[in-house]
């Protein structure tokens, strides 16, 4: 796991180190996963070994803390316009809340239930224990603890009688408080700053999303080059010349080939490589998910005809509507080494092929200003100039990636390159099965084919922003014909 200094951990650090019962109820309902991990780096970067059981023990619920509220909570605040009122929103919630367990208690106390809060703990006492005395000493308690400004919600006694929801308020409303308290009770301008920084990215993301993506057509308009499924070499039809290996993914479509080292290649500076005996030598649906996200977050500078795009993974991450975690940025990274590592034939014309790596360099990741890894990676430069030529198509990214099936990637693909090139008084277009199992890479049993496609244009037309409007078929499903949507083709079209 590669870990570094994050500035957002150290502030969070010197911010909950000071509430001691909040830090065991996050770690008890909210451990973070590798907090050992987490701790012994920033022990050796930051705090130097800690021989103490106790101190250490507490550090390790701090750390666990701190990661739980970037995870958590600091994508909830920088959502929110106003974080002012946010703060004064949380705070009359908490005290209301306060008031309302402390009611709670008095009434189990003045009905003497025995279920519930302090007389659990009568009946451990001591038997020359009076029972009214001890009630009265709770009560006293209970007030003290209501009208304490400084005491928290997880400060109180009977946290294991609370229900979920009871919980959440703590695990959500109270850290968002003690967070937001730092700023405007502390002075806390560093923290300000950063929240404002990660606030303002938010918005520069959502600004592109909301534009979407200017994928080039030459990555749409071409069968086979991007595939269903994994496929192996030994799945398609390839040849070996001049030391390289010349691998034609989809069987109907010799147009279309990828050339590949035919040896074990590797960059060192993301720590990826490709074995084309072992790995996908194909463009599957994931591919075009993170190739349409780059083009994304990169649509200005791309269209001012500059061919570098810089992005974190982060960033990538929430384009893609994924966890940003390990998993996912080395996903992500394989699929940018891909499209560096395949070179692409394409056969236009008898007397013409075009040749080029979608992705033509990719630099060494380095951290930028808020100590997040940079990607910078520049694009083909034909490619560019498909996009300053207005020659793409604009997709957005949340679209293809709330797909569950890759077919339904695969198949928006297809349509929506074609549904640009007809005119508005076309009422659907019509495919065989076998033309989308094509345009697809689909290869299987007709049957299953159909089948699969079917399954995909269900889930298409079934979410709210799709582009096709509804699709019917022949009575043994030998043709489709679609629909397309055209209100939300128009929102896309800028031109």
Not at 22 to 37: G, M, P
Not at 252 to 267: A, T, W
Not at 447 to 454: A, D, P, T, Y
């Amino acid at each position: 796991m590669d870990l570094k200094v994050e500035p957002m951990i150290i502030l969070l650090y010197n911010i909950f180190k000071k509430y001691d019962s909040f830090l065991e109820v996050i770690w008890e309902h909210h451990k973070q996963k590798n907090v050992d991990s987490y701790y012994e780096f920033y022990e050796s970067e930051i705090f130097g070994e800690e021989s103490n059981k106790m101190k250490k023990k507490t550090k390790i619920y701090i750390i666990n803390a701190c990661l739980y509220i970037d995870k958590k909570i600091i994508p909830v605040i920088i959502k929110e316009k106003d974080i002012n009122a946010l703060y004064i929103n949380t705070k009359v919630k908490i005290n209301k809340y306060k008031t309302r367990l402390r009611e709670q208690v008095e009434s189990y106390l003045s009905t003497e239930n025995d279920k519930k809060y302090i007389l659990k703990e009568l009946l451990d006492a001591p038997s020359d224990v009076n029972r009214q005395d001890f009630i009265q000493v709770r009560k006293n308690k209970i007030n003290k603890w209501e009208s304490d400004i400084n005491c928290l919600l997880s400060d109180f006694y009977y946290l294991d009688e609370l229900r979920k929801n009871q919980l959440n308020i703590i695990f959500v409303d109270e850290a968002i408080h003690l967070l937001l308290k730092d700023i405007y009770e502390e002075d806390n301008i560093s923290l300000l700053n950063l929240l404002t920084s990660l606030s303002e990215n938010k918005k520069k993301n959502k600004k592109s999303e909301k534009k979407g993506a200017t994928v080039p057509n030459s990555m749409l308009n071409y069968d086979g080059l991007f595939g269903a499924g994994r496929k192996k070499i030994e799945d398609v039809k390839y040849e070996e010349i001049d030391g390289q290996i010349y691998a034609t993914p989809n069987q109907n479509n010799e147009n279309i080939q990828i050339r590949l080292p035919n040896l074990k290649v590797k960059d060192e500076n993301i720590n990826i490589e490709f074995d084309y005996k072992q790995d996908n030598i194909t463009f599957n649906a994931d591919d075009f998910k993170v190739l349409t996200a780059i083009f994304e977050i990169g649509a200005e500078i791309l269209a001012s005809g500059n061919e570098a795009v810089c992005f974190t993974m982060e960033e990538m991450c929430e384009h893609l509507q994924l966890e940003p975690c390990s998993k996912n940025y080395n996903k992500i990274a394989r699929s940018i080494f891909y499209f560096k590592t395949k070179e692409v034939y394409i056969k236009i014309s008898d007397t013409h092929i075009r040749i080029f790596n979608i992705i033509k360099t990719i630099d060494k990741p380095i951290f930028n200003s808020d100590r997040k890894k940079q990607w910078t990676i520049r694009f083909h430069e034909e490619l560019v100039k498909e996009i300053v030529a207005s020659k793409y198509k604009r997709i957005l990214t949340k679209t293809i990636s709330s797909y569950r099936y890759e077919l339904s990637v695969l198949l928006f693909r297809v349509f929506v390159y074609d549904f640009y090139n007809v005119s508005d008084d076309i009422m659907y277009i019509q495919y065989s099965w076998q033309d989308l199992a094509n345009k697809t890479g689909l290869n299987d049993k007709p049957s299953i084919i159909k089948r699969r496609i079917i399954s995909a244009l269900n889930e298409m037309t079934s979410l709210e922003n799709s582009i096709i409007s509804k699709y019917e078929t022949a009575p043994d499903n030998s043709y489709f014909y679609i629909y397309p949507k055209r209100d939300n083709i128009k929102k896309l079209s800028d031109k």
